[in-house]
């Protein structure tokens, strides 16, 4: 193939609203490792110095007799996880109806997710954009669940998103 034949294909990042259907299944690929220094740096930047993530003797002591990560950051990095599939073309992220910690997580531990569509509804305020809400689901790697949440998210419509 010449120079001057050479194909552009951009990656997609995030979904139209009319790429949203109820009941399909995002699976959020890669997971995420989470590190001991992860955890102390995230627990002491949001001043959340609780001793059960950054003080491993007094961690020891506790029925986990081990340090947890802090939910704060477990949450973020989920959330993190579904952007790509989820709201990545979002105007804005609408908000939570409810964040679940059904399981702890550890330094070590890697964590997966998985988003369901619940709903969808065309905006009747703004008629090129829509409300999309999922239920995200992480695990670790054993399976166990270790969170659940429900958010929405305002997402445009074809050829209304930014940069259409």
């Given at each position: 193939m010449t120079e001057d034949k050479k194909r552009r294909i951009?990656?997609?990042?995030?979904?139209?609203f009319e790429e949203f259907v109820v009941g399909d299944i995002y699976e959020h690929r890669p997971g995420r490792t989470i590190t001991d220094t992860?955890?102390?740096?995230?627990s002491l930047m949001t001043m959340n110095f609780h001793p059960m993530h950054c003080d491993a003797a007094f961690a020891a002591k506790s029925e986990f007799g081990r340090p947890l990560v802090n939910s704060g950051l477990s949450l973020a990095i989920v959330l993190g996880m579904t952007?790509?599939?989820v709201s990545g073309k979002a105007i804005a992220n609408l908000g939570w109806k409810e964040i679940n910690l059904t399981g702890p997580v550890f330094p070590g531990d890697t964590?997966?997710?998985e988003s369901e569509v619940l709903e969808k509804r065309a905006s009747k305020s703004r008629p090129t954009q829509g409300i999309v809400t999922v239920e995200t689901r992480a695990f670790?790697?054993?399976?166990?669940?270790?969170?659940n949440f429900v958010r929405s998210a305002l997402i445009p419509m074809?050829?209304?998103?930014?940069g259409d």
């Open positions: 951009p990656t997609p990042f995030g979904r139209y992860d955890n102390i740096q995230f952007v790509a599939d964590l997966y997710a670790k790697q054993d399976g166990a669940p270790v969170m074809k050829g209304h998103g930014v």
